[in-house]
Structures are given as structure tokens and as C-alpha cells.
């Protein structure tokens, strides 16, 4: 999970401080995200999934498919 996030954030060409400036965190904390040295919180993941326009299962790694789920009507 941390390297596909790392990933994404390179693909982007985003800097460390872009994403975390977005997550409303520090460059700091979201550094530990990528290296592992500190779980990410579901809300964070969340918000990471929807800014890069994937699904929370691949940045988990649970999935290769890079596109979202389908929204779903309740």
C-alpha cells in the first residue's frame, strides 16, 4: 500500500507537500504514510483514493485495477 501511493504521488508529479497540503496534514506525517512508519486512517485513504480518481482497494493493494468502483445508487 505505501509504495502505490508513493507511485501515484510520482505519476502525478506532485511533491510530498502538495498531497499532504491537500490532506490538510504535514509534509511530515504523510512522509510516514509512504514509508510505513505510520498507518493510514481510513478517512485518509479515503480522501487519497477520490484525489487520485482510483479505489481504496488499489491503493490497499487488494486490486491491479486502477479505475474506480462504479458510484452506486441507495
Do not use: N, W
Amino acid at each position: 500500500m505505501y509504495r502505490r501511493i508513493r507511485d501515484m504521488r510520482e505519476d502525478a508529479d506532485l511533491l510530498q507537500k502538495d498531497v499532504a497540503d491537500y490532506l490538510q496534514c504535514t509534509q511530515v506525517s504523510y512522509s510516514h504514510y509512504e514509508l510505513g512508519k505510520r498507518d493510514i486512517p481510513t478517512d485518509v485513504l479515503i480522501r487519497l483514493a477520490s484525489f487520485y480518481q482510483t479505489s481504496t482497494d488499489y491503493l490497499l493493494g487488494l486490486t491491479d485495477v486502477k479505475q474506480p468502483y462504479p458510484k452506486t445508487k441507495v
